[in-house]
């Protein structure tokens, strides 16, 4: 993916706020866990997950069903957005960023099956486009272990 800026300089999180918003991702967000969705990293400009193949999320024989997919592109590229709002509000505390998180929601998805999810393990990536006021334009991936791009997404969230 080419870098993007959402408009202020890149920062690291602090390792609280990395945690809180591991702990909504993970644990609170009961459909990640379902989806065995994992972070791997939070950056302020991407963030990274990743996912094993289980039985219970096979489409067709031995590969992962399409709307898993779509879910974890989904789920990515809401942590994205919520990475650059952390990035947005640096001069507020941990604790207080990740509050603002309430009235995020998808308004729109756009996913593209290039390959068949085959594998045991799969890398997502995420980041933000542009962060408005009111919405947030986002594009992420799906890698196959391999590192081969296997479907892309792009999704827009409401912020406000």
Not at 113 to 122: D, S
Not at 129 to 144: D, I, K, P, Q
């Amino acid at each position: 993916m080419k870098k993007h800026s959402v408009a202020e300089p890149v920062r690291e999180f602090e390792p609280e706020f990395v945690a809180g918003l591991k702990h909504i991702f993970e644990e609170l967000i009961t459909f990640n866990q379902v989806l065995g969705l994992k972070i791997i990293s939070i950056k302020p400009d991407r963030v990274s997950g990743a996912i094993s193949m289980r039985p219970e999320l096979v489409g067709s024989p031995n590969r992962l069903h399409g709307g898993v997919i779509s879910a974890c592109l989904d789920a990515l590229g809401g942590l994205a957005v919520m990475a650059a709002m952390g990035a947005r509000h640096m001069d507020e505390a941990p604790a207080q960023r990740l509050h603002r998180f309430g009235k995020l929601g998808t308004i729109d998805l756009r996913i593209d099956y290039l390959r068949p999810g085959i594998g045991e393990h799969f890398v997502l990536n995420a980041e933000v486009l542009r962060l408005g006021s009111r919405v947030a334009s986002t594009r992420m991936e799906f890698l196959g272990a391999d590192g081969k791009l296997l479907s892309t997404g792009a999704g827009a969230y409401i912020v406000s």
